[in-house]
């Protein structure tokens, strides 16, 4: 096919283009409890086509478009000119294609379905000590993937990688039936993982099987964990990126401090990471061909390098990191028993918890939490949290006590001291 299409372009006189290939193969493995009800083999190519073209003053049109891989000569064709002629609706500031970058990164990480899904299976149906409770549904995909990008200037790249991605219900039987569902995502596998964040979420099940309701609690800190504090720092990611400060999404600049700070809070320090261990997002080079390199982004709450894609750097005048997607935030000054001295509520479970990246207002309803009045634990479920990214930043607090979630490593727990609570 890239042969073809590559003979297509020079005959349409195409001289500038981009190609992005993507090949999937994976296993799909559904359960009922601990029978499986299914399993399906699929098979997925993607071939994404990007066409350039120069204009005076600057200025540059492209289109982007799929080609399907069962599509013959003559039906690629009549796309392809039908793209070209769109050419003509679109322009956009110029930047430069990628040129050169060549190499093969076969590290390696594919993955063998059947050891694979032995080792999920064996961890996910261990047999638990409470016998209230039990795994309702568990969905288990395992993909190995091939990525390609080649241009007109000379780009060629390729990986492989393995994707693990694990859905799953799990079933409570207390005070009140509860379910939780939590999803995983994952790289490489890793021993006992899985199982001790199923047991996690056990306990929290089983709280919230028994909780009870609260009037009115107010003035208290908040402490979110795990994927709320990976939602919470996409904030600061996202403003850091080049794309949100060309577009004035942010006001950020090199060597600003970009948090309020005090003696109470902690300091953020933030890092690019091109080849996370365990990270589904892990490669050497972005879509563009851009290849990958660590970056310090954020450095004791001062912006060091700006981070983003080929064309958003150009416009900006910096070079470009790629479009990486890991990202560690280092831990902070307490451990979680510090953090957890003196009265608190902390948010076990939201119903969705929401950063906006823009204004840095948060917010979530509350499914199970935990308030610790200096003496004694109360388990409840019910209301609501809100507050602002920008009100917290000069006095929250970080766990020492780092965990990785997929693309993220970053503290296992935070404390903000300036949230609104309702109930």
């Not at 006992?192 to 089983?206: C, E, H, M, T, V």
């Not at 709280?207 to 402490?223: A, D, E, F, L, W």
């Not at 199970?368 to 003496?375: C, I, V």
């Not at 903000?416 to 309702?422: D, G, K, T, Y």
């Amino acid at each position: 096919m890239i042969e073809k299409l590559k003979n297509i372009l020079a005959k349409k006189n195409v001289e500038n283009w981009k190609l992005n290939v993507y090949k999937e193969d994976s296993r799909e493995f559904f359960f009922l409890e601990k029978n499986m009800d299914m399993n399906r083999r699929v098979v997925f190519e993607e071939y994404t086509l990007t066409i350039y073209k120069y204009l005076e003053g600057k200025k540059l049109s492209f289109v982007s478009f799929n080609i399907e891989p069962t599509m013959n000569e003559r039906e690629i064709e009549e796309l392809l000119n039908n793209e070209i002629n769109n050419l003509k609706y679109v322009e956009n500031d110029y930047f430069p294609l990628i040129e050169n970058n060549k190499g093969n990164f076969n590290n390696g990480k594919i993955v063998d379905f059947n050891d694979i899904l032995k080792k999920i299976y064996d961890e996910i149906y261990i047999d638990y000590e409470d016998i209230n409770f039990f795994i309702n549904s568990s969905e288990i995909f395992i993909k190995n993937v091939e990525e390609r990008v080649i241009n007109s200037e000379g780009v060629e790249l390729s990986s492989l990688n393995s994707i693990i991605q694990i859905d799953y219900v799990i079933t409570y039987k207390g005070d009140e039936e509860v379910e939780i569902n939590d999803f995983i995502e994952f790289s490489d596998y890793k021993e006992g993982f899985i199982s001790n964040r199923i047991k996690d979420k056990i306990l929290n099940a089983k709280s919230r099987s028994h909780c009870k309701n609260v009037v009115s609690i107010n003035n208290v800190p908040v402490i979110i964990n795990e994927n709320d504090v990976k939602e919470f720092f996409e904030y600061y990611i996202q403003k850091c990126s080049a794309d949100y400060i060309y577009k004035d999404y942010s006001n950020y600049k090199i060597n600003d401090f970009v948090q309020k700070t005090s003696e109470k809070g902690d300091l953020i320090n933030l890092n690019l990471i091109s080849d996370m261990k365990n990270s589904t997002f892990s490669n050497n080079f972005d879509e563009d061909g851009v290849l990958f390199e660590d970056k310090n982004i954020i450095n004791e709450g001062k912006l060091i390098n700006i981070w983003g894609d080929s064309r958003y750097s150009y416009y900006l005048g910096i070079e470009p990191t790629g479009f990486a997607y890991n990202f560690e935030v280092k831990g902070g000054k307490y451990n979680n028993i510090d953090l957890r001295k003196s009265n608190y509520i902390e948010i076990m479970e939201f119903s969705d918890f929401q950063v906006d990246y823009i204004t840095g207002d948060f917010g979530g309803e509350i499914r199970l939490a935990r308030y610790f009045d200096g003496s004694s634990i109360l388990a409840f479920s019910g209301g609501s949290i809100s507050g602002n990214v920008k009100e917290n930043e000069s006095t929250f607090n970080f766990s020492k006590e780092v965990n990785q979630l997929n693309n993220f490593i970053g503290p296992k727990s935070l404390k903000l001291f300036n949230v609104n609570i309702s109930f």
